[in-house]
């Protein structure tokens, strides 16, 4: 397997514009999690979905962020609008159960300015 | 809410020496914790694990014990290498997974 597939590995948006962020978990994991890495608050967990259902997101920031799983390979998160200070790298994880561990994607750094 | 703290930002340590990085938890219903090995513009990787029904794990020179009356989790690396510098999170699952702030190690030669 590739491991976990994170698209774009960079972006760069204005503010206001809507930006997506892709994620292809582990064939055969029930779980995907997705997280936002900042200096100041670390490894954040956003939001989870366990067989491509949302149980936690009590972790996204706002209402202008949003996470779907349509399926048990994809995931998006996206963000409508985007503000400077949603500049970040956002991780996405899978991993294959409960208590196992998650493997993580190479990351998406995003710059909205 | 800080459910994972890890107190120490940062330790450095000669080659060749024991490192020893620590990592407290608030909720005693945590039962499984992670160690977590990070370079920069990587994303996190696995390092070793522990289940609550254990105090120790062993993987080669890395070794974690889990202290749940104290609710205390620390990863031993030893011998530490040049090549182990790098920021190190603890993590527990629930069902989710949180992290803590991270320890930045620095091996010397």
């Known amino acids: 397997d590739a491991g976990v597939i994170q698209s774009p590995r960079h972006e760069v948006t204005e503010m206001g514009q809507e930006v997506t962020l892709r994620c292809k978990p582990i064939s055969g994991h029930d779980y995907l999690f997705w997280y936002r890495q900042t200096m100041m608050r670390g490894l954040e967990l956003l939001i989870y979905f366990n067989n491509n259902v949302p149980i936690d997101d009590s972790g996204m920031p706002e209402d202008r962020f949003s996470a779907k799983m349509p399926n048990a390979s994809f995931s998006t998160l996206k963000i409508q609008p985007s503000e400077p200070r949603d500049s970040a790298v956002y991780f996405c994880?899978?991993?294959?159960?409960?208590?196992?561990?998650?493997?993580f994607g190479q990351g998406t750094r995003l710059t909205v300015v | 809410d800080q459910q994972v703290k890890q107190n120490s930002p940062s330790l450095s340590v000669q080659e060749g020496r024991i490192s020893i990085l620590n990592c407290d938890y608030t909720n005693s219903m945590f039962d499984y914790f992670l160690w977590y090995k990070k370079y920069p513009a990587e994303g996190p990787t696995f390092l070793i694990s522990?289940?609550?029904?254990?105090d120790k794990n062993e993987d080669g020179r890395f070794t974690v014990f889990l202290n749940k009356s104290a609710k205390h989790l620390s990863l031993h690396i030893v011998p530490s290498q040049p090549g182990d510098s790098a920021v190190y999170f603890c993590?527990?699952?629930?069902?989710?997974?949180?992290f803590g702030a991270g320890t930045r190690l620095t091996v010397k030669p």
């Open positions: 993590a527990v699952r629930f069902d989710g997974m949180r």
């Open positions: 522990i289940s609550s029904i254990k």
């Open positions: 994880a899978s991993s294959l159960r409960r208590n196992t561990e998650a493997f």
